[in-house]
């Protein structure tokens, strides 16, 4: 249904729990943790099958409710799979388009991992305009920043990065998609609403360790960049030979920035 399998996301989760950034993820923890009396709510948009879940109860977020959002029943129901015994999870089939019906009331915490390089800067503006009346904390991990980098080089490298970062601002299904600039549109949005806002560096640093994860995704370029005008089917089998030769070798940085940012006071 949403393109997103389990396997897939099984795949990039070591390397997103890897990634995030440590000095946010725990101002977070500490954040959510600070009144031991206080169940927080965490909505998580694009749930999933329980990233953010995973990733911040490993981090110490305890005693939390888990209101998981996503439009994939799949996906929520392998969520609840994993979650239900040990954690109050909540699941909540619906289409994060339909802003004012998202379950946000009495939310701490609106979380999202590897969502809103996905998004339009219309539904990050509707988000925001929905919470301006409550005091919600909002957590934005691992947003695509543009940046792909290989070692060792090819001489495609560039027009393939130049492709690809145009292919992720296609509608996926959310509107004109943010991609490369999700980080810095919100980021200037909040500020602007009055957020206290911090980023932090979410970069996947790739080497052979991820070797599977590294073939799936220049794969997933090479299917992304295929219609470009400026590279020939010829070149592009030629750059997936040589990228793929060297997945068990080779590394890659694939650029993030995490998004942390906590309410206006007053
Ligand atoms: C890149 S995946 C990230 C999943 C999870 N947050 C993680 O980090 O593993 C994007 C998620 O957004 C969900 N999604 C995409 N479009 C959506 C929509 N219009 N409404 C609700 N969920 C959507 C997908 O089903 C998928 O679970």
């Given amino acids: ?25 725990t101002t977070l923890v500490n954040f959510l943790q600070a009144d031991a009396d206080i169940s927080p709510i965490i909505v998580d948009l694009g749930s999933g099958t329980g ?3 995973r990733a911040l109860t ?6 939390c409710v888990w209101r998981l959002v996503d439009h994939d029943p799949a996906l929520l129901n392998e969520a609840l799979r994993r979650h239900s015994q040990g954690e109050i999870v909540e ?14 009331g009495g939310a701490a915490l609106l979380s999202a991992s590897a969502l809103f390089d996905l998004v339009s ?29 290989w070692t060792p080089v090819h001489p495609l490298d560039e027009a393939v990065l130049m492709a690809f970062n145009q292919d992720q601002r296609r509608d996926k299904g959310m509107g004109p998609a943010l991609g490369p600039d999700a ?34 995704l220049i794969r997933g370029i090479r299917t992304a960049v295929a219609d470009d ?29 995490d998004v942390l940012a906590f309410p206006p006071t007053d």
């Fill in 1 to 25: 249904m949403s393109g997103f399998s389990v396997n897939w996301l099984d795949l990039r989760e070591p390397a997103d729990q890897a990634a995030r950034h440590k000095g946010l993820a």
């Fill in 51 to 53: 990233s953010t879940l």
């Fill in 58 to 63: 490993g981090l110490g977020a305890q005693q």
């Fill in 91 to 104: 699941d909540y089939q619906a289409d994060l388009q339909e802003v004012d019906a998202l379950p946000l």
């Fill in 121 to 149: 800067e219309e539904l990050v503006d509707a988000l925001i305009a929905r919470l301006r009346t409550q005091p919600t904390a909002i957590y934005a991990a691992l947003n695509y920043d543009g940046r792909t980098e």
């Fill in 183 to 216: 980080a810095g549109y919100m980021q200037s949005m909040l500020e602007n609403a009055g957020y206290r806002v911090l980023t932090g560096d979410s970069a996947w640093l790739l080497g052979p360790d991820q070797q599977a994860l590294v073939a799936d």
């Fill in 229 to 257: 005008d400026a590279l020939s089917a010829a070149a592009l089998d030629e750059w997936q030979a040589f990228r793929l030769s060297h997945a068990a070798s080779g590394h890659g940085l694939i650029g993030h920035i």
